[in-house]
Nanobody, 121 residues
Framework: QVQLVESGGGLVQAGGSLRLSCAAS????????MGWYRQAPGKQRELVASITSGGSTTYTDSVKGRFTISRDNAKNTMYLQMNSLKAEDTAVYYCSVDVQYYSGGTKYRYWGQGTQVTVSS
């Protein structure tokens, strides 16, 4: 089993910055893709950014140039640096990780508990 602990959410004014963290722990052989999702009230959960084990990244168009996803493989931790925040970035942010328990094994996806990000305009 894998435990994910998110931190870093909060209330910030428009134009401000926040940094989210997601730390994974457990009997993990490897962590493959990691990602940040968000869900605003009344909307579907959407993928904000993702990063592969090799460091390749993708971003949804609305955050390109403002958000940066990164990971520290030694710490099994992923980050999301969010700059120039806008009111429309307000949502609950969830991290996800795809893990393997042994080489060549099935990949399992786990989710964090979510952290609230509120941007006031």
């Amino acid at each position: 089993q894998v435990q994910l602990v998110e931190s870093g959410g909060g209330l910030v004014q428009a134009g401000g910055s926040l940094r989210l963290s997601c730390a994974a722990s457990g009997n993990i052989f490897s962590i493959n893709a990691m990602g940040w999702y968000r869900q605003a009230p009344g909307k579907q959960r959407e993928l904000v950014a993702s990063i592969t084990s090799g460091g390749s990244t993708t971003y949804t168009d609305s955050v390109k140039g403002r958000f940066t996803i990164s990971r520290d493989n030694a710490k099994n931790t992923m980050y999301l640096q969010m700059n120039s925040l806008k009111a429309e970035d307000t949502a609950v942010y969830y991290c996800s990780v795809d893990v393997q328990y042994y080489s060549g094994g099935t990949k399992y996806r786990y989710w964090g508990q979510g952290t609230q990000v509120t941007v006031s305009s």
